[in-house]
T-cell receptor, first 112, second 115 residues
Framework: QKEVEQDPGPLSVPEGAIVSLNCTYSNSAFQYFMWYRQYSRKGPELLMYTYSSGNKEDGRFTAQVDKSSKYISLFIRDSQPSDSATYLCATPGSSNTGKLIFGQGTTLQVKP | DTEVTQTPKHLVMGMTNKKSLKCEQHMGHRAMYWYKQKAKKPPELMFVYSYEKLSINESVPSRFSPECPNSSLLNLHLHALQPEDSALYLC??????????????FGPGTRLTVL
């Protein structure tokens, strides 16, 4: 079993839809999670990070961690064509080495 | 400013060439990273420098040689690469790399093609 699992998609939605991107993780000791957005042929851009349970909101983006289910989510409200990208969840796991464990990435396409 | 810069943006090299990739950050971060990313895959960690010392080498072949001249700069020296080394090479930095909640910021990457 991979430590972090993410459905690669692709996920296609109409403009204005609410998008839900999800990852599951295997180790209940994991506490810190990040979401990165990566446009084609570009470097990953940090969108949000969350620590422990609960929600964190930033504009149209909400990150959510459910520790009981070992499930993390990124919601995008009022999705735009410019949101079309690959979204990567990541966690340092339980190490203090700086090494990140990435999900496989979900490719999102928002159609005008 | 959360900017990590990388040069060059694109690089084409033959298998006998020697070239270098460069990365720079001015955020005062003390940890810097090299990743390799193949198409439709997540980044794979290659090296970590913490306080200018190599702290992680993920069993990377010796044809890749990292160097950290100072806390703002990170180089990756390339020699005798193989076509399968063609990929996007990403640099990242973080505050100090020594604790779990240390967020990494990525550069735009260098797209490397080995002929």
């Amino acid at each position: 079993q991979k430590e972090v699992e993410q459905d690669p998609g692709p996920l296609s939605v109409p403009e204005g839809a609410i998008v839900s991107l999800n990852c599951t993780y295997s180790n209940s000791a994991f506490q810190y999670f990040m979401w990165y957005r990566q446009y084609s042929r570009k470097g990953p851009e940090l969108l949000m990070y969350t620590y422990s349970s609960g929600n964190k909101e930033d504009g149209r983006f909400t990150a959510q961690v459910d520790k009981s289910s070992k499930y993390i989510s990124l919601f995008i409200r009022d999705s735009q064509p410019s949101d079309s990208a690959t979204y990567l969840c990541a966690t340092p796991g339980s190490s203090n080495t700086g090494k990140l464990i990435f999900g496989q990435g979900t490719t999102l396409q928002v159609k005008p | 400013d959360t900017e990590v810069t990388q040069t060059p943006k694109h690089l084409v090299m033959g298998m006998t060439n020697k070239k270098s990739l460069k990365c720079e950050q001015h955020m005062g971060h003390r940890a810097m990273y090299w990743y390799k990313q193949k198409a439709k895959k997540p980044p794979e960690l290659m090296f970590v420098y913490s306080y200018e010392k190599l702290s992680i080498n993920e069993s990377v072949p010796s044809r890749f040689s990292p160097e950290c001249p100072n806390s703002s700069l990170l180089n990756l020296h390339l020699h005798a690469l193989q076509p399968e080394d063609s990929a996007l090479y990403l640099c990242a930095s973080s505050q100090d790399g020594g604790h779990g909640a240390d967020t990494q910021y990525f550069g735009p990457g260098t797209r490397l093609t080995v002929l």
